[in-house]
């Protein structure tokens, strides 16, 4: 059975630094691309970055070069570095397979910028 947990949300000042992780359960784990999404309030989910199984990482233009995803297979985990973060960086952040499987959505980890 598949299950993310994601964890390191938290409140921010802009410009800040969070890191989030997402650890996984089940089989297979390094065979898979992962993502991390967000949602913020009112607005879709989306996808903030996923790297593949060969560790190759692509970006959404809103977070190039502000944030960096990595993963540990050995862990069964996936992590998302977030630097200077923006108040419009404010949502909940999921990790899910890339591309995303409904089935598999965990609580998320809200993440908060503000002074």
């Known amino acids: 059975q598949v299950q993310f947990v994601e964890s390191g949300g938290g409140l921010v000042q802009p410009g800040g630094s969070l890191r989030l992780s997402c650890a996984a359960s089940?089989?297979?784990?390094?065979?898979?691309?992962m993502g991390w999404y967000r949602q913020a309030p009112g607005k879709q989910r989306e996808l903030v970055a996923f790297?593949?199984?060969?560790?190759?990482?692509k970006y959404a233009d809103f977070v190039q070069g502000r944030f960096t995803i990595s993963r540990d297979n050995d862990k069964k985990s996936v992590y998302l570095q977030m630097s200077s973060l923006k108040p419009e960086d404010t949502a909940i952040y999921y990790c899910?397979?890339?591309?995303?499987?409904?089935?598999?959505w965990g609580q998320g980890t809200q993440v908060t910028v503000s002074s």
């Open positions: 089940g089989s297979g784990f390094s065979i898979y691309a």
């Open positions: 899910n397979l890339y591309p995303r499987d409904v089935r598999y």
């Open positions: 790297i593949g199984s060969g560790y190759s990482a």
